[in-house]
């Protein structure tokens, strides 16, 4: 049997960066891994993943690498493969139906999906299922039985629901019957255990209330933080085309990690390369002195450890390389003003705002001699418009705006 490790450091490298642990919050997590390596008891931590598209990102490892740190204590990793739940489509967050999927979506969507979860899970020891295993078996009497376990009381408790409801948009009926499904698989698995993102906390209630149904011992739910994306307003996800894939080449992950503002770097840290609570601590100490330090030191690490997660040391310092290479050819200075850009601008009313400029005037004729550039490119056109979206789609060397020969301000 796995020897079930109660290294203090590792356990608190899991309780790290948690939201939420219930019932009893992180202290309760604490105390059931050091009850658990006493009894060498080995807790069943499951992780439900809808293979709904093809790529993974650095948004859904959150919990992916929390599963990890679970794995190396010792206990069983158990990876849920949504076969069912996918072709229902999780209504979490969302103010209209998700589009279905066909059987065939989903299973092209998974194997996908396990090849590149492989770069962080060992998944030779990890017990990966597929709740299209139970559910395709289902009769519609075992449905039924399955809907009598809770109420619709319970189910428009759920604020998407509610939410959609309030505004008169359409709630469809087997929309209602995801959280019940995804409860179901805890009761199948016999979780002790379920991670999801705070989106989640929802659904992973419904498990216990199931689990307590049918006479099973409930669960603990483990909330993690949703990872906002690159730019710097919503989570990080594909619809909103701000994401860092698990299949971007070394040079793209590089290069888009280095385009997050100063803000967002201990977050990313403490979600996104499983460091340790005293690392954490250190960056959040250098990030309260940034006035006698640069924060782009810190990005340059962040970017290394992101990309030796995924790759390698070599490929991560080769992608170092080749970003600072493209810096050195557009003759950009390392250290240049940052300016938030909170709504569309011209280029004329960034110029002015940002103080480059003391008049569009002046902007106009600069524009006009080829003395304005955006990612090292002449702007030829005074209403030339810069918006989040297209900040979204460019790395961190390429947001950057010229005026003259000695004037620099980065987009973020």
């Known amino acids: 049997m796995t020897e079930i490790i109660a290294d203090e450091s590792r356990i608190d490298k899991v309780v790290s960066g948690i939201v939420d642990f219930k019932p009893g919050g992180p202290e309760a997590l604490k105390k059931l891994l050091l009850d658990a390596a006493k009894e060498n008891k080995r807790l069943r931590v499951k992780l439900g993943v809808d293979p709904t598209s093809t790529d993974l990102h650095l948004g859904h490892m959150v919990c992916i690498q929390k599963l990890q740190q679970f794995q190396d204590l010792g206990h069983q990793a158990i990876l849920l493969i949504g076969g069912f739940t996918a072709q229902v489509g999780d209504p979490s967050g969302r103010n209209s139906a998700r589009p279905p999927l066909t059987s065939e979506d989903v299973k092209k969507n998974a194997q996908t999906y396990l090849d590149q979860v492989s770069k962080v899970l060992d998944l030779d020891k990890v017990e990966i299922v597929n709740n299209a295993d139970w559910f395709s078996k289902f009769s519609l009497t075992d449905m039924l039985r399955l809907a009598g376990k809770v109420t619709i009381n319970q189910m428009i408790a759920k604020e998407a629901f509610g939410k959609r409801l309030d505004e008169g948009n359409p709630l469809f009926v087997h929309e209602v019957f995801y959280p019940l499904l995804q409860g179901y698989d805890s009761v199948e698995l016999k979780a002790d255990i379920e991670l999801g993102g705070t989106d989640q906390t929802f659904n992973l209630m419904v498990g216990r209330d199931l689990q307590k149904a049918y006479e099973l011992t409930q669960q603990h739910i483990m909330t993690m933080p949703l990872l906002i994306g690159l730019d710097g307003v919503k989570k990080m996800s594909k619809t909103s085309q701000n994401?860092?894939?698990?299949?971007?080449?070394?040079?793209?992950?590089?290069g888009k990690t280095m385009s997050i503002s100063d803000d967002m770097i201990l977050d990313y840290y403490t979600l996104c390369t499983g460091a340790l609570k005293e690392e954490i601590s250190e960056v959040a100490q250098r990030l309260d002195q940034r006035e006698h330090f640069n924060p782009r030191d810190l990005k340059v690490e962040l970017a290394m450890k992101i990309v030796e997660i995924y790759y390698s040391k070599d490929d991560a310092?080769?992608?170092?390389?080749?970003?600072?290479?493209?810096?050195?050819?557009?003759?950009?200075?390392?250290?240049?003003?940052?300016?938030?850009?909170?709504?569309?601008?011209?280029?004329?009313?960034?110029?002015?705002?940002?103080?480059?400029?003391?008049?569009?005037?002046?902007?106009?004729?600069?524009?006009?001699?080829?003395?304005?550039?955006?990612?090292?490119?002449k702007v030829a056109d005074i209403n030339f418009k810069i918006s989040k979206e297209l900040l979204v789609s460019l790395t961190d060397e390429e947001r950057v705006v010229q005026v003259g020969k000695k004037k620099f301000l980065k987009m973020v």
């Open 243 to 254: 994401y860092i894939a698990l299949n971007d080449s070394p040079e793209d992950m590089f």
């Open 317 to 377: 310092l080769k992608a170092k390389e080749h970003f600072e290479n493209l810096f050195k050819k557009k003759q950009i200075p390392d250290d240049i003003p940052e300016f938030k850009l909170d709504s569309e601008k011209s280029i004329t009313e960034l110029i002015v705002e940002a103080g480059l400029a003391a008049s569009k005037g002046e902007v106009k004729r600069l524009i006009q001699g080829g003395g304005v550039k955006f990612n090292g490119e």
